[in-house]
């Protein structure tokens, strides 16, 4: 049986909710069918981030790694493509910490591919029911430095996990209070969607 683990986020930016823990509390519970589940809750701590990925990549050496995390203004589950070497932080982490123009890794390559198979993750998803893009951005915040940390730790450390990351639409009571309309997604919907990506990744 194929073990993936599972990774979310802790709230950020003044909300009290990210989709990203939820599903992974959510799926972590329920489990998908022929998977072993393992997950983990990151920080959104710059400082944590990359050490405590690849400690769990190390010590469970799973054979998928999925990475969830919130970008509030899309409206379908994103996958991203590629991971680049930059932290340029809009704003800081829940540390303190607001890394401009910094690397990942000093001295790591430019960039990493996903190693998932994106596209059929993407149509799983699709055929589920529920939105899903691919994307060629994950930014330059924590989530971008999380799916480059555990892309890095693999390849230079020669771990068979392939790895991945999704971004999720905000859940409609994180956007109650908003002046302006953002898109969201229910979070019955999304853990439809992540759980048709987990079941590619155990094929």
Do not use: K, W
């Not at 802790?10 to 992974?24: A, I």
């Not at 996958?79 to 303190?96: Q, S």
């Not at 799916?147 to 693999?154: D, K, R």
Request: hydrophobic residues 50%.
């Amino acid at each position: 049986m194929e073990m993936v683990l599972l990774t979310g986020f802790e709230p950020f930016g003044g909300d009290q909710v990210n989709p990203s823990l939820e599903v992974v509390r959510r799926i972590g519970s329920e489990g998908v069918d022929g998977l072993r589940i393992s997950t983990l809750v990151l920080p959104v701590d710059a400082r944590r981030v990359p050490e405590m990925l690849a400690e769990a990549l190390r010590r469970l050496r799973p054979d998928a790694c999925l990475m969830l995390g919130l970008a509030g203004g899309v409206a379908a589950l994103q996958i991203e493509r590629v991971a680049v070497n930059l932290c340029d932080f809009r704003i800081p982490d829940n540390g303190g910490s607001q890394l401009i123009d910094e690397p990942v890794v000093a001295g790591g390559p430019a960039a990493y591919f996903a190693t998932v198979p994106v596209r059929a993750m993407q149509e799983a998803a699709r055929g589920a029911g529920v939105p899903a893009e691919l994307s060629l951005s994950a930014g330059a915040f924590l989530c971008n430095m999380a799916m480059y940390a555990a892309l890095h730790v693999c390849a230079t450390e020669s771990l068979a996990t392939r790895c991945g990351f999704v971004h999720l639409p905000a859940l409609p009571e994180q956007v109650l209070g908003d002046t302006r309309a953002r898109p969201t997604m229910a979070l019955e919907t999304i853990c439809a969607g992540v759980r048709a990506m987990l079941r590619v990744l155990g094929e």
